[in-house]
């Protein structure tokens, strides 16, 4: 039978509780202030009751269905636990980790040839058999979330469904705002956003059910009911943080007759035009998942992993997110191509101009971002995806027109120094690109956009590792000294 959590431990009861004095008044009185503040408006759609949610018991049990064969499954390798399936090295051990296949993740699978695939389906049949918004051609990426989670494309009946149950989930609660108010307002966009999710956290279902002792067996639902709620609201948060940010800090009403990524479009208040809308729609489902070793979605697994509930996963996972060498790459690949663009003193880019451009940028000792990938060893399809919409909506577009010549030049210049495993543009090549033509230009925001993105995959993951009882992540480090005795073993 399965066993109850135990009941709380010294170790497990509110940190507040546990400080003497002056410090224990101290966290209580903070504890008060993220929680409470002024009274403010809910952002979104008006709060409903979300129990017994017909849309919801449905997902459950799609879930489930599909969870009774992968744990099955999951058991069995385990009767063949010591099966050896690769050799490591020290470079792996030096370098990053790279190419050690040590994780579980259920949702996406990235192959080096045919880039990732939702569910064992490519970006281009994900993007076409999702549905759509009434006239759209972009997979919605609540569907894609549904996708993820089932392994089922939704119906356009239970992808409505189920926009309505995001909609119904979507008022932020007033202690969040209350937070984000405290913040300078040039405070970095992605430090308000993590900020924000630790805000939410209060409110935690998983949290709260853990506390009371709930059975291991269940620890999926709630961490799939904070999941809901996280995505419900974090489009919501995120147009609050642009308009607050780098406008007068008043948004565009919640819509809920559009669709989760429309919503979120039209709550930014760049640009009311329907292709603005597709352009956001395209770039939440191709960003939604990336298989389980990036920084963002590894680290909100690991912290996940010791029963943290979602929002602390997924405010961890924000950091890493917001690195220069993860999240912020979109924003220096527009930096970078701004930058030649101005460079070129007004010439019209060719193959040839940019050839020697790029050579010359190698030569000088900088790198040339938006091209290579850890694991992808040809074109990104979520590059390609991208290029083909580009291509329909702003074809005459400068600054389109100059990164399409740089797919054309830049491969073979990386190519010929003899030192590049992949020299072919990846996803963050052209996506500021995008945003920036539909007038969302502030590029301290993009990796905000790609968060609201990510969420759906690093949650769905979460919700899989939860319901395949995946244990605590820990590794074995090595010293320098260490490896260097297993390498003269050699």
């Known amino acids: 039978a399965e066993r109850p959590a135990r009941p709380l431990s010294p170790r497990r009861r509110p ?31 008006a709060a409903t009751s979300a129990a017994a949610s017909p849309i919801v018991a449905k997902l459950k049990g799609k879930i489930a269905a599909l969870a009774k ?53 490519s970006l281009f049949e994900a993007n076409q058999k999702l549905p759509k918004a009434p006239g759209g051609e972009s997979g919605l990426p609540e569907a894609a979330f549904w996708l993820l989670l089932t392994g089922e494309i ?19 609660p007033a202690n969040v705002l209350t937070t984000l108010a405290t913040l300078p307002k040039d405070t970095h966009p992605m430090t308000q956003l993590s900020m924000c999710m630790l805000a939410m956290q209060k409110d935690s279902k998983f949290s ?15 961490a799939l009911e904070d999941a809901l709620d996280l995505i419900a609201r ?12 780098f406008k007068d800090g008043s948004a565009p009403p919640y819509d ?20 603005f809308k597709e352009c956001t729609r395209l770039y939440l489902m191709l960003h939604a998942d990336h298989e389980g070793g990036n920084v963002s979605a590894h680290t909100s697994h690991l912290v996940g992993s010791a029963l943290s509930d979602p929002y602390y996963s997924w405010a961890a996972g924000l950091c890493g997110l917001a690195g220069p060498l993860h999240g912020l790459a979109n924003q220096e690949c527009l930096r970078w191509l701004k930058e030649t663009q101005k460079n070129l003193g007004g010439q019209e880019p060719t193959v040839e101009i940019l050839t020697k451009y790029a050579q010359d940028t190698l030569a000088s000792g900088k790198v040339i971002p938006g091209f290579g990938h850890g694991v992808l ?73 790609f968060a609201v993105s990510r969420s759906l995959g690093c949650m769905a993951n979460l919700v899989w590792s939860r319901m395949m009882g995946l244990p605590i992540e820990r590794p074995k480090s090595m010293t320098l000294d260490a490896l260097e005795a297993a390498a003269k073993k050699q």
Not at 80 to 97: F, H, P, S
Not at 157 to 171: G, I, Q, V
Not at 258 to 274: F, H, I, P, R, T
Request: a neutral charge; hydrophobic letters at 40%.
């Open 377 to 449: 060893r040809q074109t990104d399809p979520r590059y390609t995806i991208q290029k083909e919409f580009a291509e329909a909506h702003f074809p005459d577009d400068p600054l389109f027109k100059l990164a399409n010549v740089c797919f054309q030049a830049i491969p073979p210049v990386l190519q010929a120094t003899g030192k590049v495993k992949n020299p072919w543009p990846n996803v963050d090549a052209l996506s500021g690109t995008c945003m920036q033509y539909y007038g969302l230009n502030q590029e301290d925001y993009y990796t905000v956009v």
């Open 69 to 121: 064969d992968r744990v099955a499954l999951k058991a069995e390798l385990l009767k063949a636990g010591d099966t050896k399936i690769q050799d490591l090295t020290v470079e792996m051990c030096i370098n990053g980790a790279r190419s050690i296949k040590a994780m579980v993740t259920e949702t996406s699978d990235l192959d080096a040839a045919k880039g990732i695939a939702y569910r064992g389906l």
């Open 256 to 275: 809920s007759k559009l669709d989760w990524a429309g919503n979120y479009a039209q709550m930014l208040g760049v640009n009311d035009s329907e292709a």
């Open 154 to 172: 939704p119906s356009a009946e239970e992808t409505a469904a189920f926009t309505a149950e995001l909609h119904a989930r979507s008022a932020v």
């Open 208 to 222: 709260a059910k853990y506390q009371e002792g709930m059975m291991k067996n269940a620890y999926w639902e709630w």
């Open 234 to 245: 974090i489009p919501v948060v995120a147009a609050h943080i642009y308009r607050r940010t």
């Open 15 to 45: 940190a507040a509780a546990l400080l003497p004095g002056a410090m224990q008044r101290v966290a209580v009185l903070s504890q008060h202030v993220v929680a409470g503040g002024p009274a403010r408006p809910p952002l979104g759609a």
